[in-house]
Structures are given as structure tokens and as C-alpha cells.
């Protein structure tokens, strides 16, 4: 996972927790079931980011992208006479693409991709191929687009287990004092853990509010005596 983000130079800022911890391991799992590893599908996001976001559009890419709906001409990127794609951060919904790829392609491509009567791995190739001639890029447009259903299962599986693992933890806290206490020890722990192996390396900003966290369990664990 820290292999993934270290690849998206960035990204990881904008990035939602639903998208890094319910989207990115299944993304991670299709890659690797391909012969790639972590590292590949930080690359490959970082690829379509740079693809879309940045506006990195040949010439010939200008006309069906605006045809599309997915940028508007008043939004090319001009030099004199010559375009160089489209100014970053025009594309539509990008709020949202940042936020959120894999949503994005549910609510802006994927209604696109079917408006064009495309369907299947040949439907979303020939859309990819619309889009972008970066071949990373085009893989990770293809990936999104027939993925969806496998995507959304995944989501599913998640919030189920979740919701059995809260249900069964709020049942035992409930009728066991010293379970309460036990999970707060467990669950801390787990937070340190987080916080030093991916969130502070990746949000140092966050460094400050981590530490008065920390100063403020201290404090409260101090107002309760030792258990006997």
C-alpha cells in the first residue's frame, strides 16, 4: 500500500480514505493478479492523473474530447497558434476525479462510454484510445471501466465485514468493562501504528495534531486509578 502511494507523487493529498483503503488494495489486487505489484498501480494512477487532470492532450485529442463533454473548448491550451491540450484542472468534475477516480468514471466516463454505444474490453479500448495516447494511461482507463462491477463487490465485502466487526465489538464491550479498556489499548496501538507507517509520512502537517492526540488520551487515561 506505502509502495502505491509513494508512486503517486502527491496525490495521496487530494485523495479520499474511501478511495485509498476500500478502492486502492482491490486496484492493487488486479494488478498484481497481471504480473504487477504495488509500485505499478501507484505508477499507472499517476499516469492517468497526468493523462486527465494535467490536460496532456495531443492535438488530434482536442476536437473528441470536447466532444465528449469532458473539456470545453474555452479551456484549450493555447500558444499562439499552436494548442498543447487543455489547462490543468478543466476537465469535468475534476473536484471529483481527485477526490475520487474511480467514482468519477461511474458518474462522468462510463455514462459517456454507453451514450457511444460502447460496451465490453473492445468499447472501453476504443474509448481509452480517445482520450489519451499514453499506453499506461489508456490500460488504467480500460481497467476502470470494466472493473466497475468487480469494484463495487469489493466495496460491499468491506462494509459488510466492517459492520459484522463493529457488532460483534460493540456487543463485547458492552457487557465486558475490561474489554472496553482492552480495546482502547488495541485500538491506540493501531492508531500509532498508522500514524507512523503511513499517515505522517505522507501528511507531516499532521504531525502536530498526532501528538496533542496522543498528550490528550495521556491526560484522560490519568483521571481513571490502575486496575487491581
Do not use: C
Amino acid at each position: 500500500m506505502m509502495m502505491a502511494i509513494k508512486y503517486l507523487h502527491g496525490w495521496q493529498l487530494t485523495l479520499s480514505n474511501d478511495f485509498l483503503y476500500k478502492t486502492m488494495p482491490a486496484l492493487i489486487a488486479e494488478v498484481k493478479n497481471k504480473g504487477g505489484g504495488a509500485s505499478t498501480a501507484g505508477t499507472g494512477l499517476n499516469a492517468l492523473r497526468a493523462s486527465l487532470f494535467s490536460g496532456q492532450a495531443p492535438r488530434r485529442y482536442v476536437p473528441w474530447m470536447i466532444q465528449m463533454g469532458l473539456e470545453k473548448e474555452s479551456d484549450i491550451n493555447r500558444v499562439g497558434k499552436e494548442i498543447y491540450g487543455f489547462k490543468p484542472g478543466t476537465l469535468k468534475d475534476y473536484q471529483l476525479f481527485l477526490h475520487n477516480p474511480a467514482k468519477w468514471f461511474q458518474k462522468v466516463l462510463i455514462p459517456i462510454e454507453h451514450k457511444m454505444g460502447l460496451h465490453g474490453t473492445v468499447g472501453a479500448m476504443k474509448l481509452a484510445s480517445m482520450i489519451t495516447n499514453n499506453a499506461v494511461a489508456q490500460q488504467w482507463i480500460e481497467m476502470f471501466l470494466e472493473q466497475q462491477a468487480k469494484l463495487d463487490k469489493y466495496h460491499s465485502q468491506y462494509d459488510q465485514a466492517k459492520a459484522v466487526n463493529k457488532g460483534s465489538l460493540h456487543r463485547t464491550m458492552k457487557h465486558d468493562p475490561l474489554a472496553r479498556l482492552s480495546n482502547a489499548d488495541i485500538q491506540f496501538n493501531k492508531a500509532l501504528g498508522i500514524l507512523g507507517n503511513e499517515v505522517l509520512p505522507q501528511f507531516t502537517e499532521q504531525v502536530k495534531l498526532a501528538t496533542d492526540g496522543v498528550k490528550w488520551i495521556t491526560k484522560e487515561i490519568t483521571k481513571y486509578p490502575p486496575l487491581a
